[in-house]
């Protein structure tokens, strides 16, 4: 009976959904930032993705994982190709009792290669789900951060949501690549210098 090698699984592309609300600003406030003619803007979070320089990065990183792996497991199909070729060949070589032997190890030795390719597929998955989480999180900061300093009220995610109309001015997402390439670029503060340790023994008699 024929078995089936095991398949090379296909990467899903990176989907984000990003939506978050930032409070009103009191226009009592003395510190609150001049009002804007909208409150509400839009950020494309998948753009900010492909567009930044970080994204780009972190997504080649995750590509590369993506097909060393995919090696490996183009590798255990060869393996189950190479078995099968055997097992036809050894069938008309032995007696029925020893095929029958050969078959189910090599049966065997075909699921654990298929368990192997998909527990690659299960841990590339988590990867990329990790992936997503992490970059979502800093654009989302960057994007929170950016819209309390100009005074927006409201931020979505423009791929959510589905908007019949809206005007350039209202989609941020250009400003937020800037701003994310920024400050992923900006050097981290140095550590507080350590005080200086008392010398020991005072001053001479």
């Known amino acids: 009976m024929g078995m089936k090698p095991a398949t090379v699984f296909q990467i899903a592309a990176i989907l984000l959904a990003v939506v978050f609300c930032l409070p009103a600003h009191s226009q009592t406030s003395a510190q609150a930032p001049a009002r804007k003619d909208h409150e509400l803007a839009l950020v494309d979070i998948q753009k900010v993705i492909n567009q930044s320089v970080r994204g780009r990065q972190r997504r080649e990183e995750f590509l590369k994982s993506v097909r060393a792996r995919v090696a490996e497991v183009e590798s255990y199909r060869k393996e189950v190709d190479t078995l099968n070729r055997q097992l036809a060949e050894k069938q008309k070589a032995v007696t029925a009792a020893q095929f029958e032997k050969h078959r189910a190890d090599a049966e065997r030795r075909v699921r654990d290669l298929q368990r192997k390719a998909e527990d690659i ?42 908007i019949p109309y809206k005007t350039p001015s209202v989609d941020i997402t250009d400003q937020i690549i800037r701003e994310y390439d920024a400050a992923v670029s900006a050097p981290s503060p140095s550590p507080p210098a350590a005080p200086a340790t008392p010398s020991r023994g005072g001053g001479k008699k």
């Open 121 to 162: 597929s299960e841990e590339l998955q988590r990867q990329e789900g990790r992936l997503a989480s992490d970059l979502a999180l800093d654009i989302k900061a960057v994007a929170a951060d950016y819209a309390r300093k100009k005074g927006y009220d409201l931020v979505l995610e423009s791929g959510q949501h589905l």
